[in-house]
C-alpha cells in the first residue's frame, strides 16, 4: 500500500507499526498519525447487542472528516477475540478495534491492523508524539481501584474522558495518558460534587448504555 509504504519509516519510529510473526501491521497509534489534520469529529458508542455480563461488547466509530466526509467501522471484543494481558479488556479492544476500522476507511487502507488480530491485541497504544507511560496491568488496577473510591467504573471514566477531549483536548483514555495526566484526571474527580457524579453517570447511560 502506497501510504504506508511512504510513511513507513516515520512510524516506525513512533511505535505505529507492530510485527505479528515476523510480517508488519500498522496499529492504532499509525492509523492516528496518518489522520493527523483530517478529522473533524470522531465518536464511538456501545451497540445494544452488547452482552457486558458475558464480557461481550460491540462498538460502532463514526468519523467526520474536515471536508465533510463520513466513515464508520465496527468493532467486537470478548475472550474468545483477544489474547494476551487485554483478554481482560474486551470492552476497550472493541472500542478500539470499532476506530480502528473506522480509520481505515477513511484512509482508504485495506490492510488489517495489528489491534484486529487476536495476537496483536496487547499493544502500546500511545498516540505520536506522546512520553510513554507505564500502563501495566498493575497500574491499570490501581487507577481502577482509585476511581471506585470516588464511586466511578472506569468505562465511565472513559467516557468522560472522550466527552473532555472535544472541549480541553484530553486524551480520551486513560491508557493513553501520562501518568501525570492520570493524576489530573483524578484530582478532577475528587474536585466533583456527587450531584455532578450522577449527572455523568446519567449521561453515560443515555449515550453509551441506550437509557432514556
Same mark, same amino acid.
Given at each position: 500500500?502506497?501510504?504506508?509504504?511512504?510513511?513507513?519509516?516515520?512510524?516506525?519510529?513512533?511505535?505505529?507499526?507492530?510485527?505479528?510473526?515476523?510480517?508488519?501491521?500498522?496499529?492504532?497509534?499509525?492509523?492516528?498519525?496518518?489522520?493527523?489534520?483530517?478529522?473533524?469529529?470522531?465518536?464511538?458508542?456501545?451497540?445494544?447487542?452488547?452482552?457486558?455480563?458475558?464480557?461481550?461488547?460491540?462498538?460502532?466509530?463514526?468519523?467526520?472528516? *474536515?471536508?465533510?466526509?463520513?466513515?464508520? /467501522?465496527? !468493532?467486537? /471484543?470478548?475472550?474468545?477475540?483477544?489474547?494476551?494481558?487485554?483478554?481482560?479488556?474486551?470492552?476497550?479492544?472493541?472500542? *478500539?478495534?470499532?476506530?480502528?476500522?473506522?480509520?481505515?476507511?477513511?484512509?482508504?487502507? !485495506?490492510?488489517?491492523?495489528?489491534?484486529?488480530?487476536?495476537?496483536?491485541?496487547?499493544?502500546?497504544?500511545?498516540?505520536? /508524539?506522546?512520553?510513554?507511560?507505564?500502563?501495566?496491568?498493575?497500574?491499570?488496577?490501581?487507577?481502577?481501584?482509585?476511581?471506585?473510591?470516588? /464511586?466511578?467504573?472506569?468505562?465511565? &471514566?472513559?467516557?468522560?474522558?472522550?466527552?473532555?477531549?472535544?472541549?480541553?483536548?484530553?486524551?480520551?483514555?486513560?491508557?493513553?495518558?501520562?501518568?501525570?495526566?492520570?493524576?489530573? &484526571?483524578?484530582?478532577?474527580?475528587?474536585?466533583?460534587?456527587?450531584?455532578?457524579?450522577? !449527572?455523568?453517570?446519567?449521561?453515560?447511560?443515555?449515550? &453509551?448504555?441506550?437509557?432514556?
Amino acid at each position: 500500500m502506497l501510504l504506508l509504504a511512504k510513511h513507513f519509516p516515520a512510524l516506525r519510529e513512533i511505535n505505529g507499526i507492530t510485527e505479528l510473526n515476523r510480517k508488519p501491521y500498522i496499529n492504532h497509534v499509525g492509523l492516528l498519525y496518518l489522520a493527523q489534520g483530517r478529522i473533524k469529529r470522531k465518536t464511538t458508542h456501545m451497540l445494544p447487542i452488547s452482552d457486558p455480563e458475558k464480557g461481550d461488547f460491540y462498538f460502532v466509530c463514526l468519523i467526520e472528516t *474536515v471536508d465533510g466526509q463520513e466513515f464508520n /467501522g465496527h !468493532g467486537n /471484543g470478548n475472550a474468545r477475540n483477544i489474547k494476551g494481558v487485554a483478554k481482560d479488556r474486551p470492552f476497550e479492544m472493541a472500542e *478500539v478495534r470499532a476506530q480502528n476500522r473506522a480509520l481505515r476507511s477513511m484512509l482508504a487502507i !485495506g490492510e488489517t491492523t495489528a489491534e484486529e488480530i487476536p495476537e496483536g491485541s496487547d499493544l502500546n497504544e500511545e498516540p505520536p /508524539g506522546r512520553v510513554p507511560s507505564q500502563w501495566t496491568d498493575l497500574e491499570r488496577k490501581r487507577f481502577a481501584a482509585a476511581i471506585s473510591d470516588h /464511586g466511578l467504573s472506569m468505562d465511565i &471514566v472513559v467516557y468522560m474522558c472522550q466527552c473532555m477531549e472535544k472541549s480541553a483536548g484530553t486524551p480520551p483514555h486513560p491508557r493513553l495518558m501520562t501518568e501525570a495526566e492520570r493524576q489530573q &484526571v483524578l484530582r478532577f474527580l475528587s474536585g466533583l460534587s456527587k450531584e455532578n457524579k450522577d !449527572g455523568w453517570v446519567k449521561d453515560f447511560k443515555r449515550d &453509551v448504555g441506550g437509557a432514556p
